[in-house]
């Protein structure tokens, strides 16, 4: 797999690939940059990996959606996402706050440090696009930050097929 940081500036992808999990790449090329495996019930749990890194991610709640990020190499809790409106926070252990927001019908989604954006995604032209921002060079943790958004994007948009209307 290449470096995520190969691709700022560029739309990248994320695919369902058979018996392989949902595959993060550039548009227009086969290779993975990142690949996303959910397991369980809703997606009650996942594993995603990159050149940079291996993450676990375990939800609960159908409608919280509070996520726990794990550190798949030591088995370490290293940050926790909490839902809150449209969007929510993911707070690492060291402290940063990263706030995540969304629109009501989950085709556009932001993530930023304090007025910072580092991520966009936007689900047009029947495809998830997925931008890195120039400002997000700077990131030590952009790795996670993609993989874990990727994860949060698919999981909500899979939660909106199984809500009642009623």
């Known amino acids: 797999m290449e470096s995520i940081n190969n691709y700022l500036g560029m739309e990248l992808n994320w695919k369902l690939v058979k018996n392989v999990g949902y595959v993060l790449h550039a548009i227009d090329k086969q290779e993975a940059i990142a690949i996303l495996t959910v397991q369980g019930v809703f997606g009650s749990k996942a594993e995603g990996k990159c050149d940079q890194g291996f993450w676990i991610f375990i939800r609960a709640g159908f409608l919280k959606n509070n996520i726990t990020v794990v550190d798949g190499n030591t088995g370490k809790e290293i940050a926790t996402f909490k839902k809150k409106?449209?969007?929510?926070?993911?707070?690492?252990?060291?402290?940063?706050?990263?706030s995540i927001e969304r629109n009501a019908m989950m085709t556009e989604y932001s993530l930023s440090i304090g007025n910072q954006q580092l991520i966009s995604y936007q689900h047009k032209d029947n495809r998830p696009q997925v931008f890195l921002q120039p400002s997000a060079r700077e990131v030590d943790d952009l790795p996670l930050l993609v993989v874990f958004l990727g994860?949060?994007?698919?999981?909500?948009?899979?939660?909106?097929?199984?809500?009642?209307?009623?």
Do not use: H, W
Not at 85 to 98: N, Q
């Open 151 to 166: 994860y949060l994007v698919i999981m909500q948009r899979i939660d909106a097929n199984f809500v009642s209307p009623y």
């Open 85 to 98: 409106g449209l969007g929510g926070s993911l707070k690492e252990d060291d402290g940063k706050t990263f």
